[in-house]
């Protein structure tokens, strides 16, 4: 098998930090592989492999080096920016930031749904929004087997989502401290909010679920609505989606369709309270979905209860899979 030479961006960050964890695990043919961030914190140093290496300062001549694969967490702005640059030296550029995801020319990938698209990347692929890929990973296999038609999406994402300053602002409030990242106290409250509010009401986050579904899944003509709500969880994204199919369904058999569907955990027996929870999802890369149960206000409706671990199958495993997919394209 062809080793790669890989490099991380964004690496002393919470997902950074989680790619390497993963690919330590996963074990990928590296050959080199190198660690970058802002000037703030290059110097530092990260272990891989019992091997300590020092991160360096990301700069536009970064990749004048040979370097095959880069998986990207360093926010939108340097994405804009490197990815590009990265790409013309031939480095494929796996991004983890909102940048490149809805543009036409770059696929959104998650492996467990839509592996064929990465054949068409043009130096860049995408990585979609934590909450979007546990959904979809749920979803395929249903879409494919009863032709979805319309999606309710309620969510309860952990302060981890929202980085290293999030997960601060619970530990802090549970002390009493006032919030530096959110706008009001996240500890023992809800908060509706995550990212801007748009125009018409919605906010940003609301709208990605959205329009990275349609995109991922293929389908524009999927009616979806969205309400993301940031809970008091340190770790681990927890949705109710409520899923209007064309066809008919037998339960039993929809419950046979997730249980064979890659990425896919049913943990759905409630007479022994066993059902999806973060803290149990936390550590690992499936996708947990219970509480299945028929809608009995529509004709053909579903609710599912999704729940997976936002850093690593939200961002850095569904990165590394992504990479793992192109490595096994070049070894064809």
């Not at 979806?224 to 409520?242: L, M, Q, W, Y």
């Not at 973060?278 to 599912?304: C, H, M, Q, W």
């Amino acid at each position: 098998m062809k080793k790669v030479n890989l490099a991380v961006v964004g690496a002393t960050g919470m997902v950074g930090r989680t790619f390497i964890k993963v690919l330590k695990e996963r074990n990928l043919p590296i050959d080199n592989i190198y660690f970058f961030s802002s000037s703030r914190s290059a110097g530092s140093t990260v272990t891989f492999n019992n091997k300590e290496y020092v991160v360096e300062e990301l700069t536009e001549t970064s990749f004048d080096r040979g370097i095959d694969i880069a998986l990207f967490s360093a926010g939108a702005s340097v994405s804009e920016k490197f990815a590009p640059i990265a790409a013309s030296k031939g480095c494929v550029v796996v991004d983890n930031s909102s940048c490149w995801r809805m543009d036409e020319k770059v696929p959104l990938v998650v492996p467990e749904v839509n592996p064929q698209d990465i054949s068409w990347h043009n130096g860049i692929i995408a990585n979609p929004n934590c909450s979007t890929i546990q959904a979809v990973v749920a979803l395929k296999p249903l879409h494919d087997k009863y032709k979805i038609k319309r999606i309710v999406y309620s969510t309860y994402q952990a302060v981890s989502g929202a980085g290293q300053k999030g997960y601060q602002d619970l530990e802090n409030g549970i002390k009493g401290e006032a919030p530096k990242k959110f706008p009001h106290p996240i500890a023992g409250n809800c908060l509706p909010h995550i990212d801007v509010f748009l125009p018409n009401g919605y906010t940003k986050e609301e709208i990605k679920m959205i329009d990275e579904t349609r995109k991922i899944l293929g389908d524009n003509s999927l009616r979806i609505t969205a309400t993301t709500v940031r809970v008091p969880v340190f770790n681990g994204h927890s949705e109710s989606i409520n899923v209007e199919f064309e066809k008919q369904f037998d339960l039993d058999e929809l419950k046979e369709v997730l249980k064979n569907a890659p990425g896919v955990i049913v943990q759905d027996d409630v007479a022994n309270n066993v059902y999806p929870m973060p803290i149990y999802a936390t550590g690992k890369d499936e996708t947990f979905v219970g509480r299945i149960r028929r809608d009995e206000s529509v004709e053909s409706g579903v609710n599912l209860w999704v729940v997976a671990d936002n850093i690593r199958k939200g961002a850095a495993t569904n990165a590394v899979q992504i990479a793992q997919e192109l490595i096994k394209m070049w070894n064809k």
